[in-house]
Each structure stands twice: as C-alpha cells, then as structure tokens.
C-alpha cells in the first residue's frame, strides 16, 4: 500500500509502472498452457500407435481368411477415424499454440501448413467444428455398416448426435462472419515483408491465403491473355472500388488477398511495375506470343520449370520479366528480382562469409527467382561458378526466369569457353521455354525517328 507521506509524483510513478508490470505478469501466463499442448502430442503418439496396432491386425485377418468384406471395411473406417481424430489434435496443438502462446515461425517454409498461414481463434472454431462433424459422419457410417450388429436405439441417437454436431458447426460458420468483419484476431503467420541484413534482400514471407476465389475475365485490348492468369489482378482492382460502409467477409478477405499480393511485390524487389497488358507486342514483335499467353497461366512455376527470353536491348525481355513475376506474386508465390550481377554479388558475399549452400538453400522459399540482363557485362571464372550453383541449385527444384541480350550460342562470349557455360545451359534450358525477341529498341525510338538503324543484333 502506498504511504500517505510519499510524494504525488512518486505515486504516480509507481502506479504507472506498477500497471504494465501487472500486466506483463497476467500475459506471461499464457506459457501455462504449453504443457498442455505438449500432452496432446504425446496423445498423438498414441494415436500412431492405435494406428498401426489396428493395420496389424487387419493384415494378419486377411493373410488367415477371417476377414469378410464387412469386416475389411468397417478395420478400414476404424483408420480413418484414428486419422481423423490424429488430425484434430494436430489442429488443436499447432492453431492453438500459434494462436494462445506464441508464434511458431514458420515463415517462409515449404511445408508450412495452408490453413495456419491465417489462423485465428475464430477460424480455429470453425475449423474444429467441421473436424469432429467429419469424425462423428465416421461413427455413424460405422453403424450402418454393421447394422446387424447395431440396435436401433443406437442408431437413432447417432443420427441425432451428429445432426446436432452439423447443426452447431453451421451455427459457427454463420456466426464466424460477423465477428470476421468487425474484428480480426492476429493474421497468424502472416506479415509484412522483412530485410534480410545480412545481403540486403527483402524476404517475402506472406503466404499464399487458402481461401484465395480465381474468376474469369476477358481478353486484353491487344492480345488474348489466359483468364485464368488475369483472375487475381481483377481481385486486387477489386479493392479500389467504393467499399460498403459495413465491410462483409467476401470483401475483407479480398483486401487481405490485396495485401498479401502488393506486399510480395514489394518484397520482390522489382526496379517498376509492368503488365503483359501495357506490352506494345506490335512494335517489339516477338515471335511467339501464343507461348507467352500459355506463361502468363504460371503453370511453368507449379511445374519447377524456366523461362528465358532473349534479345537485343530495348526489345521488352525486361517488361515480360517483371509482367510475368508480378502475376506469380498475386496468386500467392514468393517471387525475388535482380540482377545477374546482384545475384552475383549475394552469392560472393555468401561464399566469403561460408554460408553459400545455407543462402542456396534458403532460395528456396521463392518458387520464382528472375535473373535480368545476363550478357551485358562478362563474369569471371568464380562469378560463372556461382550462377552456376544457382541454376544448378534451382534445377527441377525451383522455376529460375532468365533475360539477356545474347543467344545460347554466344553466351561462352559472356562466361568464357568453359564446361560450366554448357552445364549451366543445360539445366537451364531443359525445362524451358526459350524466346527471342526481335525489333528495334523502344527506348531509342522515342529519341530519334532512325533508331532502328543502330538497333544491335541478337
């Protein structure tokens, strides 16, 4: 209790202090609960081996001729009850620590979960609701399948047991919605884009939403781009229209959708912003823009494959670079841009501090990395070896987009006439699509009308 005799100010320090520390105390409490969490993985084990046991004996029942059909199939409901419920509990463990305790950390790993990438304890809700629905569907398939087994009492009340869980699990979802749009829990996994300090390079750590809705639009002014490809640029325009003043669930996950997109653009690190759209193909003519539409559908990225585009200076191979990325990115795929020689720079740094296989291997949460102008300044011997390692590194693991102002044929001129320069050809070129563009350059035409007359060869 504080003394009558102590000055106000010293009072009113101590009350000030005295509330965070109280509250910092009453928060840190929260570590309780791990030790919970920690008993249901042990749950888990048992479950494993509730599993196993059970496969056990269905396999010896086989191999001995006891097990008829009905027998098989209701061993075989069995597991997939075991499984299911093994499945909630890892719900409950890795949502529910995330969303009561602490942040796991996840960001950026490849086997991060898709539901826990916007975990919260409303969604959680939901999400379990529909988990034991599904169990309780189990059961009740269980009975039908031995009805003869089975009395009708327990019948009627495992179909009224699991209309009540359908009924109760509707309610939530209808209830989640309201309390989606007037307060967001924490965005779980989710975040802005962070600054690598030790090369300089922004991470992009947002993960792909797993409610993201793909719809239709049609084809561009000048040529025809899969609708597929444009859906989710038509998401984010979405958002600069007038929004109602009492934003619903569709429209709040559209702008989170949004964000998630414009913050992997920026995280990409490109030098602007470019469309297949705002692409004069009239003028620069590649020569086949059916193969650029199929890449603007990014399967290429989904398949681990490459794309290359090559020509002189000025012909756009730069515009489609960046174009193509920037769709990888509002579709939900980490993406980074830069320089053949900043990528040259991050790998030296990387390999004098001996970290190189750790940084190639933390490339790998970019499904798409874009290596610009190669073939406008040569490489030394160790700066060949280490795009090298790049591409070698991104070989069917990773999709690598390649520009440069030089056919395959003259890159020995760039790398030297090295063994390397093959090999890193290719793997480069075996899962990809190679185009070349032709024209004179644009930035030179809008100079002087007789630009294309010093317009450099391929």
Same mark, same amino acid.
């Given at each position: 209790?504080?003394? *009558?005799?102590?000055?106000?100010? #010293?009072?009113?320090?101590?009350? +000030?202090?005295?509330?965070?520390?109280?509250?910092?105390?009453?928060?840190?409490?929260?570590?309780?609960?791990?030790?919970?969490?920690?008993?249901?993985?042990?749950?888990?084990?048992?479950?494993?081996?509730?599993?196993?046991?059970?496969?056990?004996?269905?396999?010896?029942?086989?191999?001995?001729?006891?097990?008829?059909?009905?027998?098989? !199939?209701?061993?075989?409901?069995?597991?997939?009850?075991?499984?299911?419920?093994?499945?909630?509990?890892? !719900?409950?463990? $890795?949502?529910?620590?995330?969303?009561?305790?602490?942040?796991?950390?996840?960001?950026?790993?490849?086997?991060? *979960?898709?539901?826990?990438?916007?975990?919260?304890?409303?969604?959680?809700?939901?999400?379990?609701?529909?988990?034991?629905?599904?169990?309780?569907?189990?059961?009740?398939?269980? !009975?039908? $399948?031995?009805?003869?087994?089975?009395?009708?009492?327990?019948?009627?009340?495992?179909?009224?047991?699991?209309?009540?869980?359908?009924?109760?699990?509707?309610?939530?979802?209808? !209830?989640?919605? %309201?309390?989606?749009?007037?307060?967001?829990?924490?965005?779980?996994?989710?975040?802005? *884009?962070?600054?690598?300090?030790?090369?300089?390079?922004?991470?992009?750590?947002? %993960?792909? +939403?797993?409610?993201?809705?793909? +719809?239709?639009?049609?084809?561009? %002014?000048?040529?025809?781009?899969?609708?597929?490809?444009?859906?989710?640029?038509?998401?984010?325009?979405?958002?600069?229209?007038?929004?109602?003043?009492? %934003?619903?669930?569709?429209? #709040?996950?559209?702008?989170?959708?949004?964000?998630?997109?414009?913050?992997?653009?920026?995280?990409?690190?490109? /030098?602007?912003?470019?469309?297949?759209?705002?692409?004069?193909?009239?003028?620069?003519?590649?020569?086949?823009?059916?193969?650029?539409?199929?890449?603007?559908?990014?399967?290429?990225?989904?398949?681990?494959?490459?794309?290359?585009?090559?020509?002189?200076?000025?012909?756009?191979?730069?515009?489609?670079?960046?174009?193509?990325?920037?769709?990888?990115?509002?579709?939900?795929?980490?993406?980074?841009?830069?320089?053949?020689?900043?990528?040259?720079?991050?790998?030296?740094?990387?390999?004098? @501090?001996?970290?190189?296989?750790?940084?190639?291997?933390?490339?790998?949460?970019?499904?798409?990395?874009?290596?610009?102008?190669?073939?406008?300044?040569?490489?030394?011997?160790?700066?060949?070896?280490?795009?090298?390692?790049?591409? +070698?590194?991104?070989?069917?693991?990773?999709? $690598?987009?390649?520009?440069?102002?030089?056919?395959?044929?003259?890159?020995?001129?760039?790398?030297?006439?090295? /063994?390397? @320069?093959?090999?890193?050809?290719?793997?480069?070129?075996?899962?990809?699509?190679?185009?070349?563009?032709?024209?004179?350059?644009?930035?030179?035409?809008?100079?002087?009308?007789?630009?294309?007359?010093?317009?450099?060869?391929?």
């Amino acid at each position: 209790m504080l003394s *009558p005799a102590m000055p106000a100010s #010293t009072k009113q320090d101590f009350r +000030s202090y005295a509330a965070p520390s109280l509250g910092y105390a009453l928060f840190a409490t929260r570590w309780l609960q791990a030790p919970l969490y920690f008993g249901l993985v042990a749950a888990q084990g048992v479950y494993v081996y509730k599993f196993f046991n059970e496969l056990w004996h269905l396999v010896l029942n086989i191999i001995s001729g006891q097990a008829d059909e009905t027998h098989v !199939m209701l061993a075989v409901l069995k597991l997939v009850d075991v499984v299911m419920i093994a499945n909630l509990l890892i !719900m409950v463990i $890795v949502g529910g620590y995330e969303t009561f305790v602490s942040r796991i950390g996840l960001q950026g790993h490849r086997d991060q *979960p898709e539901w826990l990438s916007h975990v919260n304890s409303n969604v959680l809700k939901v999400k379990l609701a529909t988990a034991i629905v599904g169990i309780s569907s189990v059961h009740l398939l269980q !009975m039908f $399948v031995d009805v003869s087994h089975t009395s009708q009492h327990s019948l009627l009340w495992g179909t009224v047991i699991h209309m009540a869980f359908i009924l109760s699990a509707a309610i939530l979802a209808y !209830m989640s919605g %309201p309390m989606e749009s007037h307060g967001h829990a924490g965005p779980g996994l989710g975040g802005p *884009p962070h600054r690598d300090g030790d090369s300089g390079f922004a991470d992009a750590s947002e %993960p792909c +939403s797993i409610l993201q809705e793909m +719809s239709g639009v049609g084809p561009s %002014p000048r040529h025809t781009i899969p609708a597929q490809a444009n859906a989710t640029a038509r998401t984010v325009k979405k958002t600069d229209e007038p929004q109602p003043s009492q %934003p619903t669930e569709s429209t #709040t996950l559209e702008t989170r959708e949004a964000a998630g997109a414009d913050a992997r653009i920026v995280a990409a690190g490109f /030098p602007a912003h470019k469309s297949l759209e705002d692409f004069d193909a009239d003028r620069q003519r590649p020569h086949d823009w059916e193969t650029i539409t199929r890449l603007a559908a990014l399967d290429f990225v989904d398949a681990h494959a490459n794309a290359v585009f090559l020509g002189p200076p000025g012909t756009g191979k730069t515009h489609l670079a960046i174009a193509l990325a920037m769709r990888a990115c509002r579709v939900g795929h980490n993406v980074r841009f830069a320089t053949a020689t900043e990528w040259v720079a991050r790998l030296t740094e990387a390999q004098n @501090t001996g970290r190189l296989s750790e940084e190639l291997t933390r490339l790998d949460q970019y499904d798409l990395i874009v290596v610009d102008e190669i073939g406008y300044v040569p490489f030394t011997p160790e700066a060949t070896n280490l795009l090298f390692r790049l591409v +070698s590194h991104r070989y069917e693991r990773g999709s $690598v987009l390649v520009t440069g102002d030089k056919s395959f044929g003259r890159w020995a001129d760039v790398f030297g006439d090295d /063994p390397v @320069t093959f090999a890193m050809i290719d793997r480069l070129a075996h899962h990809a699509d190679v185009i070349t563009l032709k024209g004179d350059s644009y930035r030179l035409r809008s100079y002087h009308p007789d630009a294309a007359l010093i317009s450099p060869d391929a």
